[in-house]
Nanobody, 125 residues
């Protein structure tokens, strides 16, 4: 059974850091892209970052480039999102997701079949 479980969210002040973790099981992470998306109520799920299989390239939304870093440990079946210099607009429910989509679709939420339940990140000003 495919599972993705996020953790590490919380309430922080602007400028602080958080690291999110995504524990995966039921599939060989090394063969999958892994991505982070976020969503706030009333808005569509937004791409944040992705790591292409087996970890050769990283992709970022312009809004987080230079502040967030995605990483993965295929042997431990874990993915991470290091978030620095957090801003109030980074607030949202953060999801990890896995896919084997072509690289051209790696930023598109509809291309991801398996999702975690999300972890809440709240950044106060």
């Amino acid at each position: 059974q495919v599972r993705l479980v996020e953790s590490g969210g919380g309430l922080v002040q602007a400028g602080e850091s958080l690291t999110l973790s995504c524990a995966t099981s039921g599939f060989p992470l090394i063969n999958y892209h892994i991505a982070w998306f976020r969503q706030v109520p009333g808005k569509e799920r937004e791409f944040v970052a992705a790591s292409s299989r087996p970890g050769s390239s990283s992709f970022y939304a312009e809004s987080v480039k230079g502040r967030f870093t995605i990483s993965r440990n295929n042997s431990k079946k874990m993915a991470y999102l290091q978030m620095n210099s957090l801003k109030p607009e980074d607030t949202g429910l953060y999801y990890c997701a896995s896919s084997t989509v072509a690289l051209s679709g790696i930023r598109q939420a509809e291309m991801y079949r398996h999702w975690g339940q999300g972890t809440q990140v709240t950044v106060s000003s």
